[in-house]
């Protein structure tokens, strides 16, 4: 499968507890994105990171939220002390680098998160 | 605030119509503009990409830029029912070109 890779696809957290949301790039890309889909809303932006480096994460809520891409494995988005309100679809996305410009991000199934 | 906007639909065609998507764009800066088709339950599918005035085509599916008027837009021809899905605009640029601003979505109904 040469796509973009989430797992889980479906997550159920209890509220108080930790959600790890993992997410392999597309072959050959290196660059990876965040978005968050909350019901009846559009997707959000959260964070951008490539290897070892968070590039930018304007999104991303001030707390309880991290992400991470490390140089080996899966980037992670982890969610702390889950709540009802992170009840959402995560989705990853990849690129490849661009010399042009413009960067054509490509989706991932997702994680749908629910906190009971 | 950047803000993309959409026909809030839903928009229902009959199966071979033409279907006609629009969206406009606060940012006057953005520079790379997307159309993700989304099925009820699963992930966004880039479908077309477009970076410079006029039109472009791939297939049944032609997107059209107009940077002067801020607007984008996506028409299907030969509309199918397996085209009903929803349809999101997304814009990239004006100083973070790798951060995508999405509309909410046009939904889009194809009866055959």
């Known amino acids: 499968n040469a796509g973009v890779m989430q797992n889980p696809r479906h997550l159920v957290r209890r509220r108080g507890q930790e959600a790890r949301l993992r997410c392999s790039p597309m072959k050959g890309h290196s660059h990876v994105y965040w978005y968050r889909q909350l019901p009846e809303e559009g997707l959000k932006f959260m964070v951008y990171?490539?290897?070892?480096?968070?590039?930018?994460e304007s999104g991303m809520p001030k707390e309880r939220f991290s992400a991470e891409f490390p140089k080996e494995g899966p980037s992670i988005l982890r969610i702390q002390q889950v709540v009802r309100g992170d009840s959402a679809a995560y989705f990853c996305?990849?690129?490849?680098?661009?010399?042009?410009?413009?960067?054509?991000?490509?989706f991932g199934p997702g994680t749908r998160l629910t906190v009971t | 605030q950047k803000e993309v906007e959409q026909n809030s639909g839903p928009l229902s065609v009959p199966e071979g119509a033409i279907a006609s998507l629009n969206c406009t764009y606060s940012d006057r800066g953005s520079q790379s503009f997307f159309w993700y088709r989304q099925y009820s339950g699963k992930s966004p599918e880039l479908i077309m990409f477009?970076?410079?005035?006029g039109d472009k085509e791939d297939g049944r599916f032609t997107a059209q830029l107009n940077k002067a008027s801020q607007y984008v837009s996506l028409l299907i021809r030969d509309s199918q029912p397996s085209d009903s899905a929803t349809y999101l605009c997304?814009?990239?640029?004006?100083?973070?070109?790798?951060?995508?601003?999405f509309g909410k979505g046009t939904l889009l109904t194809v009866n055959p």
């Open positions: 990171l490539q290897k070892e480096n968070i590039i930018d």
């Open positions: 997304a814009t990239e640029g004006g100083g973070s070109n790798y951060k995508l601003t």
């Open positions: 477009i970076y410079s005035n």
């Open positions: 996305a990849s690129s490849q680098t661009s010399t042009s410009g413009h960067y054509e991000q490509y």
